[in-house]
């Protein structure tokens, strides 16, 4: 196939595969990928509008190995936005500013497609309001012997505790093996204080089930225990973006879910193929996100 043009962007060698299949289903290609942000562009942009980016790239595909790349760089596409935010930790005679490619318009997702893009990870705040997060995030990584009914009772219990603070919990899964839990913030706190709050949160939820749960940081140290992490809540941190892919075959998704789905959608149950079919039939769980912001207590 010759060049495809998707939302006004020339994607070149657009059969060209990126994310290998997963049982019983087909590859995704760069064409794929394109019309799939094409198709959920009026869902995904609120998410991603103003917020630095850290790319996870596969220009020759999944299969030939990627990197991970936070600077847009020299060589990104022309007519990309960018976020410019400082590096807190420049050495002398390196930029002291990183340009984070930014998403503000569909075209900006399908020139990241063209530049070869899987996966969108984001800050935790926006331009303009770098240091002060707009989200709270605790990471639910499981455990070497967690069951998925045990880490959908974990999500139920970090939940609690969110709003046992006064916060609106909100729920995502991975795409991978586990969950996210979200709150969303008024911007009224630095990244230190939202930090000490998530780690008091996910401390109080390992307070009650210290055999399963642990927030030590270290792999040696947790002893097969799921994992709580709360790393996200600091300067210049990430976490994976709403319906973006994850660099697995197949392309499963971190989907956003209402909380009655938890018992019955699988971390990484839904993909390219089956989102545009999701929010064709269902109101984004998300899209209330940003009214439900709250100061932390």
């Not at 990183?98 to 020139?111: T, Y």
């Amino acid at each position: 196939m010759q060049a495809l043009t998707v939302a006004g962007i020339d994607v070149t060698h657009p059969d060209k595969v990126l994310l290998p299949a997963r049982e019983g289903g087909d590859d995704l290609t760069k064409a794929d990928l394109a019309r799939y942000w094409e198709a959920i562009a009026g869902t995904v942009l609120p998410h991603l509008a103003d917020r630095p980016l850290t790319l996870q790239r596969f220009p020759d595909g999944l299969d030939a190995g990627g990197f991970v790349q936070q600077d847009a760089g020299q060589r990104a596409p022309k007519g990309l936005h960018t976020v410019d935010t400082p590096r807190r930790d420049a050495k002398r005679g390196a930029d002291d500013v990183v340009h984070h490619p930014e998403v503000a318009e569909v075209a900006d997702l399908v020139r990241l497609v063209q530049f070869g893009t899987v996966t969108l990870h984001g800050w935790n705040a926006v331009a303009g309001s770098l240091e002060h997060p707009d989200r709270l995030i605790v990471d639910i990584d499981p455990g070497e012997t967690a069951d998925l009914a045990g880490i959908r009772d974990v999500a139920r219990a970090v939940r609690a505790a969110v709003e046992g603070r006064g916060l609106v919990a909100y729920l995502q899964s991975t795409g991978s093996r586990g969950y996210h839990v979200v709150a969303p913030l008024d911007g009224s706190a630095g990244h230190d204080r939202v930090r000490e709050v998530a780690e008091e949160i996910a401390e109080a939820v390992v307070a009650e089930h210290p055999d399963d749960l642990t927030t030590a940081v270290r792999k040696d140290a947790r002893g097969g225990r799921t994992f709580l992490d709360i790393g996200r809540n600091a300067y210049g941190q990430t976490a994976v973006m709403p319906y973006s892919p994850r660099a697995r075959p197949g392309g499963p998704t971190a989907t956003p879910l209402d909380w009655d789905e938890l018992g019955r959608v699988t971390p990484d149950q839904h993909d390219v193929r089956s989102i545009p079919r999701r929010l064709a039939r269902k109101t984004d769980p998300w899209a209330s996100l940003r009214a439900d912001a709250r100061p932390l207590p």
